[in-house]
């Protein structure tokens, strides 16, 4: 059994959030079953389910550590929130490790938008995705950020920009890191176009036709995800 958790420090007692409860109780889970817990940064810990109260709680036994992932950026132009919190969760299972909702000019005013205040829901949504691919670092969930920001950040040996007249993806080396910038429904504007050029970002051509932006994204993410190593469970 699989259970992500807030924060896993090192052996000992380590308590469940409300939702991992509800499930253990759904699942009829008991005393003594044997559990593994992560806490999406890395920390793997593998122990038994004890009584806490009225709850369950895990008895950590042992915690292994696991090194941090090469940088996967994935940076989406999100123009509807519901979309975007769907993307968080196939992010994580596909190795994303930071993953950021651009504000552009076709973004901005969108009422349904990414805000500061969203990004500590989609962080847990993001750890509790991990539970389907067992990986042990989901992504970070960025604020929003400007294409100025995110053209001079995140300093990747690899720097893709979505584009249906692109070149198809180049093979990347398992160890590269990699940020991929995906525009908005209706495309960036030619001058946030423009900038990303001029910061080094490559066209890339991600499917035959124009894809709504969580579909290229996923898209991406898989391209990047299929030439990463095979990670032993």
């Known amino acids: ?52 109260g009225k709850d369950l709680a895990v008895q950590v036994e042992q915690v292994l550590a696991v090194a941090k992932p090469p940088v996967f950026a994935l940076v989406v132009g999100a123009g509807d929130r519901d979309r975007f919190a769907w993307l ?21 005013s969108v009422a349904a938008g990414i805000r500061v205040s969203h990004v500590a829901a989609l962080q847990r949504r993001a750890r509790h995705a991990i539970k389907q691919s067992r990986a042990p670092w989901s992504p970070i969930i960025h604020p929003p950020r400007s294409v100025d920001e995110v053209s001079d950040g995140f300093a990747t040996s690899h720097r893709w920009l979505g584009d249906v007249n692109g070149n198809p993806p180049p093979g990347i080396a398992p160890e590269a890191s990699v940020t991929v910038v995906v525009g908005p429904e209706g495309g960036l504007t030619t001058p946030e176009r423009d900038r990303f050029l001029a910061a080094g970002f490559i066209p890339v051509r991600l499917a035959p036709d124009l894809l709504r932006y969580e579909t290229a994204a996923l898209a991406a993410a898989a391209v990047v995800a299929s030439q990463r190593p095979r990670r032993s469970s």
């Open 1 to 52: 059994m699989l259970v992500p958790v807030g924060h896993l420090p090192g052996v000992g007692v380590v308590s469940l959030e409300e939702e991992e409860r509800h499930h253990l109780r759904v699942r009829r889970a008991g005393e003594g079953e044997p559990v593994r817990v992560l806490d999406g940064a890395g920390a793997v810990g593998d122990g038994i389910l004890v009584r806490q």
């Open 88 to 108: 968080v969760e196939k992010a994580a299972e596909l190795g994303v490790t930071d993953l950021v909702p651009l504000v552009t000019e076709r973004t901005r």
